[in-house]
């Protein structure tokens, strides 16, 4: 008998300042990557945009992050827009972010189950496997492990080790030599899922921000209702680019006080 497929959920943390379409397209793109494996089915996806405790320059406030972001995924049906880690107080680190995402996603599991084995009288030897949770991330995002002070070493084992990721080529950037250097990754390397990207895309949420501060178009960069909004609300000029200048990134500050970890775009 075939092998059951592992139920997946992907993640994708980051500011989404705006969102663009190509963080849409590493949906989609590990979506496919991972049903090729022929172990996973994913099931859903979920987009988590940062705090605004994060104090990254030029973030616009998480309600128009988060407004953005669900105005983009409208026409999706299975990717969605979480506003948990937007809405805390602090920024949270990414492991932090994903344990409490993989508890509800489990929880929401254990109840179907519990549900399906009450209807039926018998739980079922076919009842779907236990559903799995991996970060979304691009190329760059590899890099930022080797950031001093950005990540703790044990939120590094938990994120690649615990969890695993899924991490989508951007531009020049080799995701198996970040892998290959880091002894953590190298090690955990059957859990980091490269997927390569053929039809490049390299447009960045930042490279945005400035053509609207220039008053330039980026009609086809991101999709006409985060457009519309952005223009609504007078978004990304100079002076939300001074938002937070010459702040330190609150995972740096955190790390002096206690132990954790970060995430970017």
Same mark, same amino acid.
């Given at each position: ?5 592992? &139920?997946?959920?992907? +993640?994708? $943390? !980051?500011?989404?300042?705006?969102? =663009?379409?190509?963080?849409?397209? @590493? ?103 236990? &559903?799995?949770?991996? +970060?979304? $991330? !691009?190329?760059?995002?590899?890099? =930022?492990?080797?950031?001093?002070? @950005? ?115």
């Amino acid at each position: 008998m075939a092998t059951r497929r592992v &139920p997946l959920v992907l +993640l994708a $943390c !980051g500011s989404f300042n705006p969102i =663009t379409n190509q963080h849409m397209r @590493l949906f989609e793109l590990a979506r496919d990557h991972m049903h090729s494996t022929g172990q996973y089915q994913v099931v859903g996806g979920i987009v988590s945009p940062v705090s605004d405790g994060y104090g990254k320059q030029g973030l616009v406030p998480a309600e128009h992050r988060i407004a953005m972001a669900k105005l983009a995924l409208q026409s999706s049906n299975w990717v969605t827009v979480d506003e948990w880690e937007s809405q805390q107080p602090d920024w949270t680190e990414t492991a932090v972010t994903m344990r409490y995402h993989y508890g509800r996603i489990l929880k929401e599991y254990e109840q179907s189950t519990r549900t399906n084995k009450d209807s039926s009288g018998s739980s079922s030897p076919l009842s779907s496997p236990p &559903p799995q949770l991996k +970060l979304l $991330c !691009g190329a760059d995002f590899l890099n =930022t492990f080797k950031v001093p002070g @950005l990540w703790l070493d044990d939120h590094v084992e938990e994120v690649t080790g615990r969890f695993g990721l899924v991490c989508v080529s951007r531009g020049g950037l080799e995701p198996e030599q970040a892998v290959h250097e880091s002894d953590t990754l190298s090690h955990h390397r059957q859990n980091i899922f490269l997927v390569k990207e053929w039809v490049r895309n390299e447009t960045s949420a930042t490279e945005v921000r400035r053509a609207l501060r220039r008053g330039m178009s980026v009609k086809y960069l991101i999709p006409d209702s985060v457009l519309e909004y952005i223009h609504q609300h007078n978004l990304y000029t100079e002076d939300s680019e001074r938002r937070n200048k010459g702040m330190l990134l609150r995972p740096l500050t955190k790390q002096t006080q206690q132990p954790v970890k970060t995430l970017d775009d």
